[in-house]
């Protein structure tokens, strides 16, 4: 079955870029969006936004100055980036695959804490 | 913007019945999914499309949706079930955006 798996740093300075990456694997990452969802420490759950396999994205509208996600289906890989980080974006980013039609999200990656702090 | 409320907690004993309930403007109108957290792990699908189960998910997991209140039932409540749950939807009404709920922590006595 699919499994996706977040990597990227685990400790970014304030002001700096927040880079992550998925990779899918087990199935093609054609025909679903791909989501980023984030949880900072004690608290619940918030959607970052998505991208398609054709490359279309749509964003939360409260970090839509910040962000890029993208996609690269050679390497069944998308990505996100996080402009001008601080510590309130620090949390345990999560990576999921997403229904086109209701924007479900199943399944999810294991989730991966990035500290925003100098 | 949407908003979805949820209770902070909830309480049941073993073998009762829990409900959680998930409340938004006509969010019957919506289809809401709801997902399981257990401390340290990734959230878990249970229900989608208001009251559909992936598969390997008990039958004790169950959705209504109707009017402004989704509500996520749990029969025969485990111990195993501790845990937050979080209800979603999206709203393709105005900026077309994800929405979760505030999120519930199951407590079974």
């Known amino acids: 079955q699919v499994q996706l798996q977040e990597s990227g740093p685990g400790l970014v300075k304030p002001s700096e870029t927040l880079s992550l990456t998925c990779t899918v694997s087990?199935?093609?990452?054609?025909?679903?969006?791909w989501s980023w969802m984030r949880q900072p420490p004690g608290k619940g759950l918030e959607w970052i936004g998505y991208v398609y396999s054709s490359g279309d994205t749509n964003y939360n509208p409260s970090l839509k100055s910040r962000l890029t996600i993208s996609i690269d289906t050679s390497k069944n890989q998308f990505s996100l980036k996080l402009r001008s980080v601080t510590a309130a974006d620090t949390a345990v980013y999560y990576c999921?695959?997403?229904?086109?039609?209701?924007?479900?999200?199943?399944?999810w990656g294991q989730g991966t804490l990035v500290t925003v702090s100098s | 913007s949407y908003v979805l409320t949820q209770p902070p907690s909830v309480s049941v004993a073993p073998g009762q019945t829990a409900r959680i309930t998930c409340g938004g403007n006509d969010i019957g109108s919506k289809s809401v999914h709801w997902y399981q957290q257990k401390p340290g792990q990734a959230p878990v699908l249970v229900v989608y499309d208001d009251s559909d189960r992936p598969s390997g998910i008990p039958e004790r997991f169950s959705g209504s949706n109707s009017g402004n209140t989704a509500t996520l039932t749990i029969s025969r409540v485990e111990a195993g079930d501790e845990a937050d749950f979080y209800c979603?939807?999206?709203?393709?009404?105005?900026?077309?955006?994800?929405?979760f709920g505030g999120g519930t922590k199951l407590t079974v006595l």
């Open positions: 979603q939807v999206w709203d393709s009404s105005s900026d077309s955006y994800v929405v």
């Open positions: 999921a695959r997403t229904t086109v039609n209701t924007l479900r999200f199943d399944p």
């Open positions: 087990g199935g093609s990452i054609s025909r679903y969006y």
